[in-house]
């Protein structure tokens, strides 16, 4: 199979088994996989014996992923700074590095653009153009661990897969360069340290429940009724509400655990105390936890964050239903790096 830029796949998105038997088969010793293999996935590289220093030098192009940093804008904020990177077809995608009191996270992008087409996400302003490849998403993954190594001297522990694009439409790529990332013998971030967001993919949160790792569901919920979220997300036409929140219930059971329920607060749209109401009464029951998000400006949509009273009597709302409720912590809104905010558009003009 090829990738996007035509050739084989790339070493990165190889098992370690795969790996091992590359080796082999061009006459180098499998003793030499752990050393690639935690270089590959993690950047980090010791010293290299002879023979896998000239294995690697033979093939220093194409079966290595590029991910080029074009540009870095770290935010006034303190704890967030934004990756531009340019992957071996010229196509570019940003990664974002946040930091929170006692942890760092990565927010990676699964896709060129979005097909799913939420009005306010500058991603989905941008339309669809490829999905990324395991080793792509890797490659973010490790440039931005070594941008963290660099700053701050810590090591990545937190993904979000919460970047450009729409990850369970990208499922096996996104689940395969995952694999990678939670192998111990390479970056060994814990699984329940990745959280993976869907503006409400149903076949992918079904295929997800079946997944054996146990990754934390992310749910952009923003409108509880078909006509509200309709306008708000496209693809709610496809599968509904009613769809969704079965997917949901049946995910929580299955895995065991709660699904984080994301509503992007907009302004005289869906903030107002019969929105809270009815964003309670179809979580009631539910394991979950919502995170509320005040708009985050985008070029492409003229609306507006609400005034921080009408957020604080949206979540007492819903805390007086009984609900787990927390506001997001604004993080990189000075450069774009917000949640719905990113796009190459803006460096691309």
């Given at each position: 199979?090829?990738?996007?830029?035509?050739?084989?796949?790339?070493?990165?998105?190889?098992?370690?088994?795969?790996?091992?038997?590359?080796?082999?088969?061009?006459?180098?010793s499998r003793a030499h996989t752990q050393p690639l293999y935690r270089w590959l996935q993690t950047g980090e590289r010791g010293k290299f014996e002879p023979p896998l220093e000239r294995w690697i030098d033979a093939?220093?192009?194409?079966?290595?992923?590029?991910?080029?940093?074009?540009?870095?804008?770290p935010s006034g904020d303190g704890w967030t700074r934004k990756f531009l990177l340019r992957l071996g077809d010229g196509a570019e995608v940003e990664s974002v590095l946040m930091g929170y009191p006692g942890r760092f996270t990565a927010c990676l992008s699964t896709q060129v653009g979005c097909?799913?087409?939420?009005?306010?996400?500058?991603?989905?302003?941008?339309?669809?153009?490829?999905?990324?490849?395991?080793?792509?998403?890797?490659?973010?993954?490790?440039h931005v661990a070594a941008e963290l190594q660099k700053h701050h001297g810590e090591k990545l522990r937190n993904l979000v897969m919460m970047g450009m694009g729409e990850p369970l439409h990208n499922f096996d790529e996104t689940m395969l360069a995952l694999e990678h990332l939670t192998e111990t013998?390479?970056?060994?971030?814990g699984a329940s340290r990745v959280s993976i967001s869907t503006v409400g993919h149903v076949d992918g949160i079904r295929r997800l429940a079946g997944h054996p790792k146990r990754y934390t569901l992310?749910?952009?919920?923003?409108?509880?009724?078909?006509?509200?979220?309709?306008?708000?997300?496209?693809?709610?036409?496809?599968?509904?509400l009613a769809e969704l929140m079965k997917a949901c219930r049946d995910y929580s059971e299955i895995k065991g655990q709660r699904v984080l329920v994301a509503w992007t607060l907009i302004g005289g749209v869906n903030d107002s105390d019969a929105h809270a109401k009815r964003l309670a009464a179809l979580l009631e029951g539910m394991h979950v936890q919502v995170n509320l998000i005040p708009l985050n400006a985008t070029e492409g949509f003229d609306g507006q964050a609400p005034e921080d009273d009408r957020v604080d009597a949206f979540q007492r709302i819903l805390q007086d239903s009984g609900l787990p409720v927390t506001v997001r912590q604004k993080r990189g809104l000075d450069v774009a790096a917000g949640c719905g905010q990113l796009s190459t558009e803006r460096f691309s003009a």
């Open positions: 199979m090829e990738d996007a830029s035509g050739v084989g796949p790339k070493l990165e998105s190889l098992t370690f088994d795969e790996l091992a038997e590359r080796l082999q088969a061009d006459g180098v093939r220093a192009g194409d079966e290595f992923t590029q991910a080029e940093q074009v540009a870095e804008t097909a799913m087409g939420c009005v306010f996400c500058a991603t989905g302003q941008m339309g669809f153009r490829r999905h990324l490849k395991a080793a792509e998403i890797i490659a973010q993954a490790r013998r390479g970056m060994g971030i992310a749910v952009s919920l923003h409108g509880a009724t078909d006509e509200e979220r309709s306008k708000l997300i496209p693809i709610n036409r496809r599968w509904p």
